[in-house]
Each structure stands twice: as structure tokens, then as C-alpha cells.
């Protein structure tokens, strides 16, 4: 098989939604790949922030084979071991109080408006749903995720989108305290936007952020899905800003190239949602939480 072989059939049956590079990748191990003629690449790109252990890492690999030997998905209205470790551990190194597992970096988010949602509207009413998100912000691709980023170049197309998301400019507290009022139940930030550059929050700005928050009873949500794992340097990204986020969103490097997001809360917010209000097929499945463990070891 040639690399060509793999472009033409991309080409007739993928739908076309990449500007893909013209290498077909067949393995890696840590920071070097190979594509099938052979040639070797050093990988700086790690998957977009997702190959948190490089390319089929021994341990990683061996967590996830093992586990997919013994029980690759079963419901989640059953326990299953691989999923509560990998909750105790994420709770244990971050200080939240508990998690909720999707299975990606949007659904993620999604999981944090809806609690948001919920929240407001049991704290101040149903007129409280609204969220202020910044200024060329990235929060995923589906419409309601789509709504809550702050780029116009997402909101060309699929109308209607969800309502209730207001964009203010990143480092700018004024801005954000005109924003404010009675109707938001939430602010929602990265605190590095990596879609839109490289675009890092200034610290007094987002302190502020944090102090209006915590005066006007508004949840404070962190897209962590690129910052966390480390990726920054501290295991979450706020960490090194002093704060702490009522809700955390992670996904890509947590499960290292298996698909897997996370909702992390914290004591305000873990019982929100109540059985039946929120729920997912596969999310926090077995195979991508062994693997997810691995990536916390
Ligand atoms: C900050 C941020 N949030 C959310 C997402 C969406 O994640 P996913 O592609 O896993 O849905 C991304 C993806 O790049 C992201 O960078």
C-alpha cells in the first residue's frame, strides 16, 4: 500500500471537511511516525493536544489491550471498575468533587452549558440562561458549542443557532462587568484560546473574572479541554492563574488518542443534575478510562 493509495480513497469516500497534509501516518511510537513508504516524521503536533503519551505508549497500550480483553463497554446503568478509578483519581488530583464523562471535547462543554442552565434556573429563575464566552473563543462544533464560541467565521451557516451566549473582548474587565446582569447563569473561558492564534488571558483579568463570578452567584467554567493534562505545565492551566473554576472541561489528552471528555464540579455544583437529566451511551466507557488512568499514572 502506498501513501497515494490511502489520499485517492479519502478522497472519493470521506466527506471533505480537512485541508489534510499529504501524509497518511501508519504508526508511531513516542515522538516518531512512519507512513507506509516508509519515511519518518518527529510528531510536534500530537494529535491537536491528544497524544498526552506520544504515539502507543507501552503502559498506555498495555492498559487499554488488557481492558478491552476483559470488558470493552457495558451500559453506564452499571459500575464498572476502570470508570470510578479513573474518577477518584481525577478528583483526587484536581480537587473537584465529582465527574461526569462524555466523549469529547464539545460534549463536554455541552454538559457544562446544560448544568449551567440548570443552575441559574433554580438560583434566580428561567430568565437566568444566559452565558457570556470571550471574543475569539473555541468551545467545539456542535450548534449549541458552535454558539457558545466567540468567532463569527463559525456562524455563517446552520441556522438557527442555540440562543443565549454573549461575547465580550478577552481582556477587558470592564466589558465583562457591563455584560453582567441578572440573566447569566454563567462565564465560560479558555484561559489559553489556542483556535484563534495563541491568545493567553492576562491574570488580573481573569482574578476578575473570578471576583465577579463569585459576587453575582454566576458559575465560572473552564474550557480546559486543550490547557488541561498538563499540557501548560500544572495539571490544569487554572492552577497557575490562582483560581478556582466552579466547573472544568477536559477531553483530548485525558484520553490520549481514545475518545473521552470530562465535566469536572465542584461542591456547588456536583448535585445538579439528577438521574435522568443527563446521560451518555459510551461516555466514560472502560477501555478509554484504563487508558485515562494510565495517562494520570
Ligand atoms: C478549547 C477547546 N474546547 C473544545 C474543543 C472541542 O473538542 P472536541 O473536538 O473534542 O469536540 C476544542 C477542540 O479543539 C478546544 O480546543
Redesign the pocket.
Known amino acids: 500500500m502506498k501513501n497515494s493509495d490511502i489520499f485517492e480513497k479519502d478522497q472519493e469516500y470521506i466527506v471533505h471537511t480537512y485541508h489534510r497534509f499529504p501524509i497518511a501516518v501508519k504508526n508511531g511510537h513516542g515522538a516518531q511516525a512512519e507512513d507506509f513508504e516508509g519515511k519518518r516524521y518527529i510528531d510536534f503536533g500530537s494529535g ?2 491528544t497524544n498526552s503519551l506520544g504515539f502507543c505508549n507501552d503502559e498506555w497500550v498495555q492498559a487499554v489491550v488488557s481492558q478491552i480483553k476483559q470488558l470493552q463497554h457495558t451500559s453506564n446503568l452499571f459500575y464498572t471498575l476502570p470508570n470510578s478509578l479513573l474518577a477518584e483519581r481525577l478528583c483526587k488530583i484536581t480537587g473537584y468533587s465529582k465527574v461526569f464523562f462524555e466523549n ?6 455541552e454538559g457544562a452549558i446544560k448544568l449551567a442552565r440548570k443552575y441559574g434556573m433554580e438560583l434566580k429563575g428561567k430568565q437566568c440562561n444566559r452565558m457570556i464566552t470571550l471574543e475569539n ?6 450548534i449549541t ?1 458552535l454558539s457558545a464560541t466567540g468567532q463569527d467565521i463559525f456562524h455563517q451557516s446552520f441556522f438557527p443557532f442555540t440562543e443565549g451566549f454573549c461575547y465580550v473582548p478577552a481582556n477587558n474587565s470592564r466589558a465583562l462587568y457591563e455584560a453582567v446582569d441578572d440573566t447569566v447563569c454563567a462565564v465560560m473561558i ?1 484561559l489559553v ?3 484563534s492564534g495563541v491568545n493567553v488571558l492576562e491574570k488580573e483579568y481573569v482574578k476578575d473574572i473570578e471576583k465577579v463570578c463569585r459576587e453575582k452567584d454566576i458559575l465560572l467554567i473552564v ?5 488541561g493534562i498538563g499540557r501548560t505545565g500544572t495539571f490544569l492551566c487554572s492552577e497557575q492563574y490562582g483560581i478556582c473554576p466552579n466547573v472544568v ?1 477536559l ?2 489528552g485525558l484520553g490520549a488518542g481514545l ?1 473521552i ?1 470530562a465535566v469536572l464540579m465542584d461542591k456547588l455544583t456536583e448535585n445538579i443534575f439528577q438521574p435522568g437529566e443527563h446521560g451518555s451511551t459510551i461516555g466514560g466507557n472502560p477501555v478509554a478510562c484504563a487508558g485515562a488512568v494510565e495517562v494520570l499514572n
Do not use: L, M, Y
Open positions: 491537536i493536544g469529547s471535547g464539545a460534549e463536554a462543554n473563543s473555541f468551545h467545539g462544533r456542535t458549542t479558555e484560546q489556542g483556535e474550557d480546559e479541554v486543550q490547557t472541561t477531553a483530548k475518545p471528555g
